[in-house]
């Protein structure tokens, strides 16, 4: 309880950042030692206890409840606590029922087939790439089940994207003068010292290697060698750049090698998402928004959504890349031509992404009218 004072919405027990709440406690009964109220023994036993399982689950089902707690804690960011609890606030929000409705369905479906695969989470988040608008959020496949820790949002934490950051990669050379018919050879290549002191020789993910193919074909195809060395065209700071300008946050003050080019650097889904709703809208980006107006109590408006749209990357690079990740025939040699990154006659530009050891499982589908950002994995 202490340790929930501070900020009594965002550390809720019940809410999205219960990692951020358990960190405080440590802190707080660290403190207690300090000051001689209990023992170290007295404090390392609080901190095994495991607290979280005793708070009682909701009553009432929420509608959307990460993306309502996601919401929640903007407006305290904005308002503060006391105006969000007792101002009288009335919100409208972006969410699309129907869409919202679909994803809790299929994240749901599709964890429970994933259960056999020591996968025991998934989330998923929707934005309409012409305004920036949220229109679905799923955090976890059950947020009630507290349990399987359903209320933390997974949407909104940082998980490694693996193959899935490579069309960024790509674009950042697209953006130098290199095209969907750069030819690169996919050859076992030592790519010197890495961070840690050690030679960097990466491997495709069917530790086999594809001679000449075209940049079109190797990011289709997924392939991690021709990943790297694209990186390396392209260049480190510029594809840091690139990544700012699409909205990525999580890179900022950091360095990174060559393995940023297979997912070596952490995004959030909600950030990985908006960035992919860029590319949709011909390198055009809004910024992302969960709210469309807000009153307060007396009627008066406090905020109003208004469309902020700015390009931020070249439209000419941006359609080489659309038309590459919407490519089938490109990806056929390692997917086949009846794969599950198509949708029938309409086109659909795709990414699939999976990390070492299988941790974390991405895909990313969108069209101009819709992007859609799926992880599967576990919270930890």
Do not use: C
């Not at 929930?4 to 809720?12: E, L, T």
């Not at 193919?213 to 392939?223: H, W």
């Amino acid at each position: 309880l202490a340790a929930m004072v501070q900020i009594p919405s965002y550390y809720s027990p019940r809410g999205s950042h219960t990692d951020k709440l358990l960190d405080r406690q440590h802190i707080v009964l660290a403190n207690m030692v300090a000051q001689g109220y209990i023992t170290e023994e007295q404090a390392a036993a609080a901190i095994k206890e495991d607290v979280l399982k005793k708070v009682p689950a909701f009553q009432d089902k929420i509608t959307a409840p990460h993306f309502v707690f996601y919401v929640r804690d903007l407006l305290v960011q904005k308002y503060g606590e006391l105006t969000v609890e007792q101002g009288g606030l009335s919100v409208t929000t972006t969410l699309d029922p129907k869409i919202q409705k679909i994803s809790e369905e299929e994240v749901a479906a599709g964890a429970k087939k994933n259960d056999k695969r020591g996968a025991g989470n998934a989330a998923s988040v929707s934005i309409d790439p012409k305004t920036g608008q949220i229109l679905a959020m799923v955090g976890s496949r059950d947020f009630f089940d507290t349990k399987k820790d359903g209320n933390f949002n997974v949407v909104t934490s940082i998980r490694n994207p693996g193959s899935s950051f490579k069309p960024i990669v790509y674009l950042s050379a697209f953006l130098k003068g290199y095209s969907p018919d750069t030819l690169l050879f996919d050859l076992k290549t030592n790519f010197g010292p890495d961070g840690s002191g050690k030679n960097f020789i990466p491997n495709n993910y069917d530790f086999k290697e594809h001679g000449p193919l075209k940049m079109r074909q190797t990011l289709d195809g997924s392939l991690n060698i021709p990943a790297v060395k694209t990186l390396y065209l392209a260049g480190i700071p510029a594809t840091l750049d690139v990544a700012s300008k699409l909205g990525y946050s999580t890179f900022e003050g950091k360095t990174f090698g060559l393995a940023l080019a297979i997912g070596g650097g952490g995004v959030e889904p909600l950030e990985h998402a908006s960035a992919f709703a860029t590319l949709a809208n011909d390198g055009k980006r809004n910024p992302v928004t969960g709210i469309l107006k807000v009153v307060d109590g007396s009627g008066k408006i406090l905020e109003q959504f208004k469309k902020d749209e700015t390009q931020v990357i070249d439209k000419n690079a941006v359609r080489l890349l659309n038309d590459t990740l919407s490519d089938n025939n490109a990806r056929a040699y390692v997917f086949g031509t009846r794969n599950s990154l198509t949708l029938g006659g309409r086109q659909v530009a795709a990414k699939t992404g999976t990390t070492n050891d299988f941790k974390d499982g991405w895909t990313i589908g969108y069209t101009p009218q819709l992007t859609t950002v799926v992880w599967v994995g576990n919270n930890n």
